[in-house]
């Protein structure tokens, strides 16, 4: 069944395939495509020490869910799990998960391809990247914009 | 009526606070609630003529101009999502 939502803590990748295979051998899928998303540890040249998200629950998790349950219509399709990390991650650690199970192997990526991408550019989740030459508000699809001040405290340098 | 406005991301440092409960007339739309918003603001004008695209979301859906608005409903406004 389609699943979709916010989470805190890492997934483990190992468990989410075996369960998305045991559920959907017998029904005919034969391809699994997953995507993982995780924090780059250098943009433009500088070190990233941390890439802070934050969602907009509980609407977030409910677009994912309507998202993984769209995609899951589609012809092929069997099954598809879409989670998106919230906090503060390190270079390294995972954010995203897009799993799709499907008849075949074209079907299953063209879907985890189109459904990534509506999470990218639909769901109301946004990252604050902090970096070696400062903070960086990213919008949309890889913009960044320079941290001028944070809510309550003075003026950054 | 009263409605509550959350800012998210760089619209929270602009606005210099994470929400608002703003006081509006019956019959008020989304239009108008953004009119208030930036006349409150005028850095959030300001950035979503320049730098980034404000958007509204009326109770967690993406809204339109002309929705109209009733009390007790929460309006977010967001730039373009970075989720990934």
């Known amino acids: 069944m389609a699943d979709g939502r916010i989470i805190e803590k890492p997934l483990d990748l190992n468990e989410l395939v075996a369960s998305i295979i045991k559920e959907t051998a017998e029904k005919g899928a034969g391809a699994l495509v997953l995507f993982v998303g995780y924090v780059k540890g250098r943009v433009d040249d500088s070190e990233v020490s941390e890439l802070d998200y934050e969602a907009y629950e509980p609407h977030a998790s409910r677009m994912l869910k309507e998202i993984a349950e769209k995609y899951e219509k589609k012809e092929g399709v069997l099954n598809i799990r879409i989670y998106h990390r919230v906090g503060d991650l390190k270079p390294g650690e995972t954010t995203l998960y897009v799993a799709v199970s499907a008849k075949s192997r074209h079907q299953a990526f063209q879907v985890a391809k189109e459904a990534l991408e509506e999470v990218k550019h639909r769901v109301p989740i946004f990252k604050l990247e902090k970096r070696e030459d400062g903070e960086y508000w990213v919008i949309g699809n890889g913009r960044r914009i320079k941290r001028r001040k944070a809510p309550g405290s003075p003026e950054q340098s | ?84």
């Open chain 2, 1 to 84: 009526m009263k409605v509550k406005v959350r800012f998210f991301s760089i619209l929270k440092d602009v606005a210099g606070r994470e929400s608002i409960e703003l006081e509006l007339p019956e019959g008020a739309k989304l239009r108008d609630l953004l009119e208030e918003i930036y006349s409150l603001y005028p850095d959030l004008e300001k950035i979503s003529g320049e730098e980034v695209g404000v958007i509204a979301l009326l109770n967690g859906n993406y809204g339109k101009l002309d929705d109209e608005l009733r009390d007790g409903d929460e309006v977010a406004l967001i730039p373009p999502a970075s989720g990934g």
